[in-house]
């Protein structure tokens, strides 16, 4: 099996990860920038799956330039089995929300696609996964800081761009064309998800374990609320992972839709 040297992985990754951006903010006419190939998760996956130098399907810790390990890892690597499926990677890089430079910002260019609450919700939900299985000990606190790290600056760009043409049946009988009120409703709920994620931050950052543990599940709470309030059902029954270990798999915990991490 073919595979590449760390500069030319790093290189296919790094393209990877800019060109979503790179789509987000458009070329002048409508278009992506000049020059800019079409984004394709499935052939980025391709490339980067011929390093996998011992055909197993996955690529481990050892197969990538050691800079991606630290960003992509953490967030990527859902079940913590410290390798890299093609499911894992194809979710990785389709939930990184496309809002030009970084997370937070309101819109990409004229004609590339426009960064929304969903992908910005579905980069938060995809750490919150991760740190769902962490033990939060000494070993695991440089990836848990990544994670909430993720999941704070998602929660801030989601933020901004809370959309209320696209209300959930029951958040349209609950507030039928006051869309001020249901902007604002939505704010506060992610506003208080922002700090539930900051607490459990705090912990993690004082290794705390069992505080930790603790402050998640407050995180996770609060989270299932907005999801009850505001996530559209469909949606969601079409993006829900399978539960996690423990049974704490289950409705609006996962990330995706309005008002949650």
Do not use: C, W
């Not at 992908?119 to 939060?136: I, K, P, T, V």
């Not at 939505?186 to 459990?200: G, T």
């Amino acid at each position: 099996m073919r595979t590449f040297s760390a500069t030319k992985l790093a290189a296919v990754i790094a393209g990877a990860l800019m060109t979503t951006s790179a789509l987000a903010q458009g070329g002048r006419e409508g278009g992506p920038p000049p020059g800019e190939r079409p984004f394709d998760v499935n052939a980025i996956i391709d490339r980067m799956m011929e390093n996998d130098a011992n055909g197993d399907g996955k690529l481990a810790r050892d197969e990538m330039p050691g800079r991606f390990v630290e960003q992509m890892f953490p967030v990527a690597d859902a079940d913590q089995d410290g390798f890299l499926t093609r499911e894992e990677l194809k979710t990785y890089f389709e939930s990184r929300p496309r809002g030009g430079a970084g997370f937070g910002q309101p819109r990409g260019g004229e004609g590339g696609p426009p960064a929304t609450l969903d992908s910005h919700m579905r980069q938060a939900g995809q750490a919150l996964r991760a740190l769902r299985r962490s033990s939060f000990t000494a070993e695991t606190q440089a990836d848990d800081l990544t994670r909430i790290g993720v999941i704070e600056a998602s929660l801030v760009g989601a933020k901004q761009l809370i959309d209320p043409e696209h209300m959930a049946p029951q958040a349209k009988e609950k507030y039928g064309s006051d869309t001020a009120a249901y902007t604002r409703d939505v704010r506060l709920a992610i506003i208080k998800a922002i700090k539930a994620a900051i607490a459990l931050e705090e912990t993690i950052i004082a290794g705390d374990s069992a505080g930790s543990k603790a402050a998640l599940e407050k995180l996770l709470a609060v989270q299932k609320e907005g999801h009850d309030q505001f996530q559209n059902e469909e949606e969601e029954a079409n993006e829900r992972p399978a539960p996690a270990p423990g049974g704490r798999g289950g409705r609006g915990q996962d990330g995706g839709g309005n008002g949650g991490g």
